[in-house]
Each structure stands twice: as structure tokens, then as C-alpha cells.
């Protein structure tokens, strides 16, 4: 069926298919930005998710939403496989990695999937703007207040930017200060999580907060007996 189907293609279409191929190696694909890829992933959809399959990826394709991303295959192993022979099982290798995101980066990924679940309830418009200042008051309630409210804004500028690198922000043109939220951060975070999370993140911040503040005091307690020793 595949091959029948591969052969029906035309040249124009196989090189189409290919460019596609490659694009969703690289990230993404959103239909407002790639039309007329996303007219060929529409179009040979069937041979896209067979061509992938066989590297151990699959399509991930929300219509509704207008984006398409590959997610690497979990493959479970086998009941009643001993621990000898689990490790005798090939690994398929992973060709997306697994990224680790710091407590900045979650909090603000899940402070923009919340702004976007308002936005949703609240707006018939599909597209989701939000300003630098926006995310920084934001981010604020989550950090402790510091005398140097330059750097912090420095800092929170750095996360901005790490998650625009990360596909979930981009930047308006001509706009530099202003930010369209990326629709595919819905696959990341679920609205049902959104709570739950910024709890956790919450108490995190909080507990952060405390030890750096304790052990601040203890230096403080400790650094005239140094001295005074140093004497």
C-alpha cells in the first residue's frame, strides 16, 4: 500500500514531502506560518506517519489548533522479560533529546499556558499577544525582592528569550517588546495541570526563598569569628 502510494507520487510532490520530512526534524510546523507544507502534510499524511514510524517517531498533528510535531515512540517491554534479557533488548536511539528545564523556564511556560487558557475563555480571537512587561509582572510574585530590580528584569529577560528559542514565544516584527504565544504550548502543559503546577512552583520559590535567606544569615553570623580569627 505504501509502496503503491509512494509511486503515485508525482517528482514535484516527492521533493515536497522530503522538505517536509526535514522541517518537522527540525521543530514544529504551524500552519499560519507554512501553508504549503501544511498542504502537503494534509496531503500525504498516511506516508509521513509510515516514514516515521520507522525511526521510532511519531506525527503529532492537531488540526484544530493549526501546528504538527514528531514525539519520540515509548516502546514498552515486553511482560514477563527478565532483567537479564531486558538488557539484552536494542535501544532504538533517541533522535530528539529530552530537554531539562530550570524552575525560571517551567514558571514562565506555565504562567504563559495560563494567560492563553484565559485568553481562550474570554476571546474569540485565535492569536495571543502579551508584552515584556507582562511577563515580568508575572514573574515577579515568584522571586524575592531584591535591591536590583535592573538585573532582575535582565534575568527575566533571559528567560523570555530562552523560551522564544524553545518554539512556545516569538517575537512580533518591528515589535520587540511584544510576544505571540505559541499554540502548540497547549501539548505541553494540560489546562487541568495549570493550578497544580504553579502550586508547586509556588511552594518551590517560597522554600528557595527560606534557605537562601537562612543560610544569607548564617554567613552573616560567621564572618566575624573568620575575621576575627584572620586577625
Not at 23 to 40: E, H, I, M, N, V
Not at 92 to 109: D, K, V, Y
Request: charged share 30%; proline share 3%.
Amino acid at each position: 500500500m505504501q509502496k503503491e502510494l509512494f509511486n503515485s507520487l508525482s517528482q514535484q510532490q516527492l521533493t515536497e514531502k522530503s522538505t517536509l520530512q526535514v522541517r518537522l526534524l527540525k521543530g514544529p510546523l504551524y500552519r499560519a506560518k507554512q501553508r504549503d507544507l501544511w498542504q502537503c502534510l494534509e496531503r500525504d499524511q498516511y506516508l509521513i506517519r509510515e516514514y516515521f514510524q520507522q525511526i521510532g517517531l511519531s506525527l503529532v498533528l492537531d488540526n484544530a489548533e493549526g501546528y504538527a510535531y514528531l514525539k519520540q515512540m515509548d516502546f514498552e517491554t515486553p511482560d514477563g522479560v527478565t532483567e537479564p534479557e531486558k538488557e539484552e533488548i536494542l535501544e532504538i536511539p533517541r533522535l530528539i533529546s529530552r530537554r531539562a528545564m530550570s524552575f525560571g523556564h517551567t514558571l514562565l511556560i506555565v504562567l504563559l499556558r495560563k494567560r492563553l487558557a484565559e485568553h481562550d475563555s474570554e476571546d474569540s480571537s485565535p492569536r495571543l499577544i502579551v508584552s515584556r512587561t507582562e511577563i515580568h509582572q508575572w514573574l515577579q510574585p515568584y522571586y524575592p525582592t531584591v535591591s536590583n530590580e535592573i538585573k532582575q528584569r535582565r534575568d527575566f529577560d533571559g528567560l523570555i528569550k530562552k523560551v522564544i528559542e524553545m518554539g512556545f514565544l516569538s517575537t512580533l516584527i518591528n515589535h520587540q517588546d511584544d510576544f505571540e504565544v505559541q499554540r502548540i504550548i497547549k501539548a505541553l502543559v494540560n489546562a487541568e495541570e495549570i493550578v497544580a503546577i504553579l502550586e508547586k512552583l509556588k511552594d518551590s520559590a517560597v522554600n528557595k526563598s527560606v534557605t537562601q535567606s537562612v543560610t544569607h544569615s548564617s554567613k552573616k553570623e560567621t564572618l566575624p569569628t573568620e575575621n576575627k580569627n584572620n586577625g
